[in-house]
């Protein structure tokens, strides 16, 4: 496990070892700058690994509940870059949030501090994602996307922000406006074969949960849906939420074809994605089916170089296939 790696890749077991091991490590890092500017230069406490090794080991600490160790990390960030710095004053709200708990009263006066730093300063940006994170953890919807449009109002181009209010949308059901959120992650990054797919997948759920499955717009999101997932794949050739998406789509797809009514696409809008004939749709599934059991198997197998998927979207995979084989067999 390296404390390079992002903690939000870490598995629970791997970052309770890692907290574990938390007192042994800040003992091996470096934890104060030199006396002269020379000095501080010539330090290995200057790497950025450093700094980024004693916040990925603070996170992975909050996450296993040893404060202590945390604590310490903050500390060190604190006497390295002092407290008025932006992403260290998020860190400390991050460390005052885990000590509260479910106090309410506590995490509100962890918001409210949150509300006086962004009166002084507007654009911090760390305070203001920290500040619609803890609106959400406590409820508060309204206001987290009221604060997500206050932090897109002035930094259109944070694409985190946008996949967050899109989760938002879709957490109560607004498919339409979480459509809206993704495209304008795309925009800012349009080769992310996994935003491609996550738009696949909401454009998906908005179509199998239009009443009656036979009007236009449930046919159009049917479309966009297999387009994103097809892009996807696209992009990441051994991507298996994109194969699994594509099946899914697919399928319901050729189930559904007979209820839409046929496309005209003389009438179509330039903006439009027409399905593709009934002849590539069924390809495109027997694709899909191909690629997921490739992938379950080779998996299973303990191959190497495809030992990088997560064990439950694996189950899934085998889960929806076996699907598929019951089904031939009836």
């Not at 999101?221 to 992009?235: D, H, M, V």
Request: proline share 4%; charged share 25%.
């Amino acid at each position: 496990m390296s404390l390079l790696h992002p903690p939000s890749h870490l598995t629970p077991a791997e970052a309770l070892a890692l907290s574990q091991r938390a007192p042994a490590v800040l003992r091996s890092l470096p934890s104060s700058v030199g006396k002269s500017a020379l000095q501080s230069l010539a330090s290995p406490i200057e790497s950025p690994e450093v700094w980024m090794s004693y916040e990925n080991l603070l996170i992975s600490c909050l996450r296993t509940g040893d404060l202590e160790s945390a604590r310490e990390c903050i500390r060190r960030l604190v006497n390295r870059f002092g407290d008025e710095n932006d992403r260290v004053m998020a860190l400390e709200g991050l460390v005052r949030e885990a000590e509260a708990e479910d106090n309410v009263k506590l995490l509100e006066a962890v918001l409210k501090s949150y509300d006086d730093i962004l009166a002084k300063d507007n654009t911090n940006v760390p305070i203001h994602k920290r500040r619609i994170a803890l609106l959400r953890s406590t409820g508060k919807t309204a206001e987290a996307v009221s604060g997500l449009v206050a932090l897109l109002d002035f930094s259109p181009t944070d694409a985190e922000g946008w996949a967050e209010l899109a989760d938002v949308y879709l957490e109560q059901g607004l498919y339409a406006q979480a459509v809206y959120a993704l495209e304008e992650v795309l925009v800012l990054t349009p080769n992310a074969w996994n935003v491609h797919a996550r738009l696949g997948e909401v454009e998906f759920m908005a179509a199998s949960t239009a009443a009656g499955g036979s009007d236009a717009a449930t046919q159009k999101y049917a479309a966009e849906s297999l387009k994103r997932f097809c892009r996807s794949i696209e992009l990441c050739d051994d991507y298996l939420r994109g194969y699994y998406g594509l099946k899914l789509a697919t399928s319901f797809v050729l189930k559904n074809a007979g209820k839409w009514p046929k496309q005209n696409s003389n009438n179509s809008s330039s903006e439009d994605f027409s399905l593709p004939d009934t002849a590539t749709v069924q390809r495109l599934e027997q694709l899909a089916t191909e690629k997921l059991s490739e992938i379950v198997r080779r998996y299973t197998a303990k191959e190497p170089h495809w030992s990088g998927y997560d064990g439950e979207e694996i189950e899934a995979a085998r889960e929806l296939l076996s699907g598929v084989a019951a089904a031939v067999v009836r």
